[in-house]
């Protein structure tokens, strides 16, 4: 079992380090590599989790010297709210088929990077590229014409060159809403600041 808290000689780097690579190369039971998922999203770096070509977990250590771990009421919450519920790990796509009249799709795609430097599109081995941006859009005007209501999210590039219209010309006959929206990923606590998102709907 882990201690609630982080901290002291548990809660170093090198604690980390080494249950990242058991997680990576130890092939831990299901229930195991659920807690250590736990456990690395509130102890990863700024809260991210993402992996290497490899599909290995590549995040550092950023936890700091406390960070809470076990909620004991919080997972038994989780728990019974998602009786019933089926979690699929595949192509979303495969959501299709499980609509009903009262489905509702929220889609939170990799967004599409609004500088060279600026763009975060690897959460997993492959990219994800305009090519399925343009793939996503096309999903969501099936689900849109099978009377579906959806919402999706994703940045602004218009905020960076006003004649990037990408996601407008994407998404022509939508729903799109600005919004300005903190974001406290960068390693700079200086370069913190607002940025725009898009807010995309068919409804």
Request: glycine letters at 8%.
């Amino acid at each position: 079992k882990e201690n609630t808290m982080l901290g002291g000689t548990r809660g170093q780097k090198g604690d980390f380090m080494e249950r990242r690579t058991f997680f990576n190369e130890g092939g831990p039971d299901d229930v195991t590599r659920a807690a250590l998922f736990i456990f690395f999203m509130r102890t990863c770096y700024n809260g991210i989790y993402s992996v290497n070509r490899s599909g290995k977990l590549s995040v550092t250590f950023g936890a700091g010297n406390r960070a809470k771990i076990l909620e004991e009421d919080l997972l038994r919450l989780n728990h019974k709210l998602l009786q019933g519920v089926v979690i699929l790990d595949g192509d979303y796509r495969r959501t299709a088929k499980y609509a009903g009249e009262k489905t509702f799709f929220y889609f939170d795609p990799p967004y599409k990077p609004v500088n060279e430097s600026g763009g975060c599109t690897s959460y997993m081995p492959d990219d994800f590229d305009d090519h399925d941006q343009i793939r996503l859009a096309e999903f969501c005007r099936d689900l849109g014409n099978a009377g579906r209501q959806m919402n999706a999210s994703n940045s602004d590039p218009r905020e960076k060159d006003p004649t990037n219209t990408f996601f407008d010309d994407l998404y022509d006959g939508f729903h799109i809403q600005r919004l300005s929206i903190f974001r406290s990923v960068c390693s700079i606590a200086e370069k913190r600041k607002p940025v725009n998102e898009l807010l995309i709907r068919n409804y």
